[in-house]
């Protein structure tokens, strides 16, 4: 893997002492953002969750330190508490810190929190936005967020009920496309809750695992039978999940077959 620098009119400096706070998109490396290579390549310290996958942390230089501060894979659970005092740690040491998350870090990814703590802690930072699995994902099954004829607004929601989750009768109310993160557990009560809010029982419902690498799998279904339908698919998370007609559009815009290689 080549670790050659880019070319001097893409980079901007990385201070000894500063966070970057970056987003490595879904999982395919070819979404990454140059600026998020850029921090790959020259960072001393790589801090990054476990959706940042090795293809993308190939990516850094040989000399970065990794540190993993993720809550999977049956290792044990980073406190957020934790994350944001050891960014701070690094900085403080010196260190050109490179803070990779999944996807987008401002989309349900907690790094406004950690932004928060540097701010407060006179840390200078910078945020890299990556593309959000909420997006990509959907795009790389052949479903697209917005589709003039069908839709003029778009809800990106989490299930995770941590904060009492959203209201789904009230979402639902609103016809737009629900693109869900964090929705597998709770899928059983979101469906329901969205069917109690009015959408019917044939609403489509997309949903995308392991979106954008190798291991990406796509399972078209409906509102009344979404919950079923995962459980018997075989399909496990990370999984987005959209719900509303957008999804129809994929036996036309489907361009990636299951399985393909994504370069
Ligand atoms: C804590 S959120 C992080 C979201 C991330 N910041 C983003 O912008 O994509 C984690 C959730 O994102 C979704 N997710 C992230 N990467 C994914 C992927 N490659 N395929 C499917 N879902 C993904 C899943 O719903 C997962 O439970």
Redesign the pocket.
Known sequence: MTTEPLPDSLQIPFDPGSVWLA?A???DPGLLTLRALQGLRQADVIVH?A?VGERILALASPAARLEFAGKRGGRPSAHQDDITNRLIELAREGHRVLRL???????????GEEAQALAEQGIPFRIIP?????L??PAYAGIPATHRTANQAVILA???SCAGGPDWKALAATGAPLI?????KGLPGIAAGLMEGGLPADTPVGV??????ER?RVLVTSLGTCVEDLATSGLE?????VVGEVVRLRPVLDWLPQGASHG
């Open positions: 987003g998109g879904p999982g969750d959706l998350k999944g996807g987008d870090p401002f989309v349900f990814g907690r790094g990556g593309i959000t699995a909420g990509a994902g989490t299930g995770h869900l993160y964090m929705a597998w995308v695992t392991d979106a954008t690498t990406q998370p990370p999984a987005i999940i």
